[in-house]
């Protein structure tokens, strides 16, 4: 276990080979915040010579837009960061969320990260572990099923890529407005992860599912698992509290990173 100072206290980075966050929301124009700071102490690591790998569950980014990287607005900062601790060895690995599924090559050029897509599956030390954001989980939010249908399809994707970058990001951000009020007005379980989905992994041999997107982190078995089957989904990261999960010979784990008082 290893303690670092950093601007506002202490936070606590739990020692192991693979890291695991999502949900940062980073905001064009925002600092690197919190975020900023757990990317900094993963590159001490690996400065260290420690491998260290960090997979990004998806919604890295509260838009994205993936072209005309390089001009997008308000993004450099965060970009920099990403690629200052790849350049310290970290390696990252990049998952769509529903906020950033736009991200390309133009992404991994900008911050030299690998875009891995919307599944991944790992074997660290012999346990069976599932990456996805979460939103294919919350199959109750049929209108958001729906909606992921349609703005995924080639068709769509197509038509956005013919839009000028101004009218693109205006359109972004006005689908941000309308994805919020849905949100708002839906009851919370519809938006909540169907446990028989997950019974549904564990049953295709996975021991242990990591997704974000609810914004509640927590660690709990679902019905219908065998011992050593476990569900993780890791919290949001505002300016005081972040959370991430590790992976290494202890097992599989949730973590909180603090920024103190
Ligand atoms: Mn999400």
Known sequence: MLWVPIQNGWAMLIEADTYFASDVHWQPGEQTGLFGHFLERLAERARAGKPTH????????????????????????????LAAAGDAGVEISVLYGNRDFAAGPGLSKACDAEIVGDRVELMINEQRLLLHHGDLFCTRDWRYQFYRRVIRSRFVLGMLGMLGMKRLVRLVGWMRVKSQAETNRKPRHSMAIVDSRIAAEHAQGFDVVICGHVHHPECRTVVGATPGQMLITLGTWDTKVGWYATAGKNGVALHCFDAGE
């Open 54 to 81: 960090l997979y990004i569950v998806g919604d890295l980014f509260d838009y994205w837009v993936e072209r005309g990287v390089e001009t997008l607005p308000g993004y450099a900062a965060h970009l920099g960061a």
